[in-house]
């Protein structure tokens, strides 16, 4: 029942302050590479919460590196129903963990047995 395009498209969270972007230097030959495969990228409406969104035509969603952004507990469910009915997940997050990003993915991830810590490694 998974249309060609479902297959493919990959939506982008942008509407947490999110680093992954298609537009960040660090990250451009990432999305040139994604587009080259056939993947349709859509982005997420800045001012829009995720649980507002329709996944119908998303086969996987994004979230890179939120930082200042907390998502609302139903949001998380948007993207936990998303997941159950056969969506796709991809998750970056950066050192320091929630704590240093200002934000609360583990409240995400950790329904999936993922939790990122709250610590920086340094060389001494």
């Not at 998974?2 to 680093?19: C, E, R, T």
Request: proline letters at 2%; charged letters at 20%; hydrophobic letters at 40%.
């Amino acid at each position: 029942m998974a249309s060609w395009n479902k297959q493919i498209s990959l939506l982008i969270d942008v509407s947490h302050n999110n680093l992954v972007q298609p537009d960040e230097p660090d990250f451009k030959s990432f999305f040139e590479l994604l587009q080259s495969k056939g993947y349709n990228i859509h982005l997420t409406n800045s001012n829009q919460k995720l649980a507002d969104l329709d996944f119908e035509n998303m086969r996987t969603l994004l979230i890179g590196v939120p930082q200042n952004g907390f998502y609302f507990q139903e949001e998380i469910n948007s993207i936990l129903n998303f997941v159950r009915n056969g969506g796709s997940l991809l998750i970056f997050h950066r050192y320091g963990g929630d704590l240093l990003q200002k934000t609360n993915l583990n409240d995400l991830t950790s329904h999936f047995g993922i939790y990122f810590e709250n610590t920086i490694v340094k060389e001494v």
